[in-house]
């Protein structure tokens, strides 16, 4: 019966396979580790790039026309298609109404309703890189605005598709 000699392979051919055997661990243990690494970076990417949700859009189209922090809040029903929406007046000045007050009240009028028209444009016309990443924004018919003035509702605005806004000013100083 033949004996097994002592160090085997490392005598037959002097090479020694410990080191080997602890490089080949490191190196898949190593590989593993940077695969894991970049599978979880990946799926951060993936996530930072995903559009926002339609309602976080519509808030953002409106800041983006009225200005920054004017939004009070938004709700969208996407199964009817419909907007409703509530911003702070960029353009009313009641302090400006003791100068001329007939000549306040159609100014007031008149840019209230350009809010309103252009808030509503902007989301019913959205542009075509927002309407290509998201396209439940192209399915919005109606567009229901609340113009408000701290806290106190100045007036209401109807927008549909195809349709001229209706405004109905509901502040007394406004009629």
């Known amino acids: 019966m033949a004996r097994a000699r002592v160090g085997g392979l490392s005598r037959k051919t002097g090479i020694n396979p410990v080191p080997i055997i602890i490089f080949v661990l490191v190196a898949a243990l190593v590989g593993a580790g940077l695969f894991a690494w970049d599978y979880s970076w990946r799926k951060k990417q993936e996530e930072a790039t995903k559009p926002p949700a339609p309602d976080v859009i519509v808030r953002s ?7 920054k922090d004017t939004v009070k809040g938004v709700k969208l029903d ?25 000549k306040w009240v159609a100014n007031s009028r008149e840019f209230l309703t350009a809010e309103a028209r252009l808030a509503s444009d902007i989301i019913l016309n959205v542009p075509q890189p927002i309407l290509a990443q998201v396209p439940a924004m192209g399915d919005i018919k109606t567009v229901a605005l609340t113009i408000v003035y701290q806290e106190a509702t100045l007036a ?8 001229e806004i209706q405004v109905t000013f509901v502040d007394s100083r406004l009629k």
Do not use: C, M, Y
């Open 78 to 102: 996407t199964a009817t298609g419909k907007v409703n929406a509530t911003f702070e007046s960029a353009t009313f000045k009641p302090e400006e109404a003791q100068k001329d007050p007939q």
């Open 156 to 163: 209401t605005a109807v927008a549909e598709r195809g349709k």
């Open 61 to 67: 189209l409106i800041e983006n026309i009225i200005g």
